[in-house]
T-cell receptor, first 110, second 115 residues
């Protein structure tokens, strides 16, 4: 399983775009990249998943370069409610042998 | 759908007692996962099932832990005997293998305190 490396924490202000980068140098051919969000006292919640290039949904965008050794989660115009821990995961096509790293604690300030 | 349901939400027990955590996955999902989260170790995958069969239990910390899935709508995680170091939040999650993304849906968790 590919190990991931993310910043421990990030600060931002309301209305700004936030980009969280994850490094996964040993990603395998069959691996997908998945991001989860976790609020205190809640279980993680799926944000977005991708294999290559760019994926966008109503919540975020995921940018994956051609070598797939890193990925960037982009949150447009964050609000106070986006304060949470964000996890980057890399797993096989089944995505089921999941290893959560330490995650990135995002603090959004007013 | 009500989402993944876990019970109890909170459990306080004394060292040496048996603890049983329960999970009802989302209907139609064929994968079920048990995780444990602590401040020190983060979120750890303990075991996961596919079609009620345990696939990987390499994350189960020791023989005191056991998990079962007698049918597609119910799973248990049992700790016997419990120890203070088992105190953590235990999450159950489920996933379907037929969707476009391999998304896991997490339950609200059970906060276990062993005194």
């Amino acid at each position: 399983l590919a190990k991931t490396t993310q910043p421990i924490s990030m600060d931002s202000y309301e209305g700004q775009e936030v980009n969280i980068t994850c490094s996964h140098n040993n990603i395998a051919t069959n691996d997908y990249i998945t991001w989860y969000q976790q609020f205190p006292s809640q279980g993680p919640r799926f944000i977005i998943q991708g294999y290559k290039t760019k994926v966008t949904n109503e919540v975020a965008s995921l940018f994956i370069p051609a070598d797939r050794k890193s990925s960037t989660l982009s949150l447009p115009r964050v609000s106070l409610s986006d304060t949470a821990v964000y996890y980057c995961l890399v797993g096989d096509t089944g995505g089921f042998k999941t290893i959560f790293g330490a995650g990135t604690r995002l603090f959004v300030k007013a | 759908d009500a989402g993944v349901i876990q019970s109890p939400r909170h459990e306080v027990t004394e060292m040496g007692q048996e603890v049983t955590l329960r999970c009802k996955p989302i209907s139609g999902h064929d994968y079920l996962f048990w995780y444990r989260q602590t401040m020190m170790r983060g979120l750890e995958l303990l075991i996961y099932f596919n079609n009620n069969v345990p696939i990987d239990d390499s994350g189960m910390p020791e023989d005191r832990f056991s998990a079962k899935m007698p049918n597609a709508s119910f799973s248990t995680l049992k700790i016997q005997p419990s120890e203070p170091r088992d105190s953590a939040v235990y999450f159950c999650a489920s996933s379907g293998s037929t969707g476009e993304t391999y998304e896991q849906y997490f339950g609200p968790g059970t906060r276990l305190t062993v005194t």
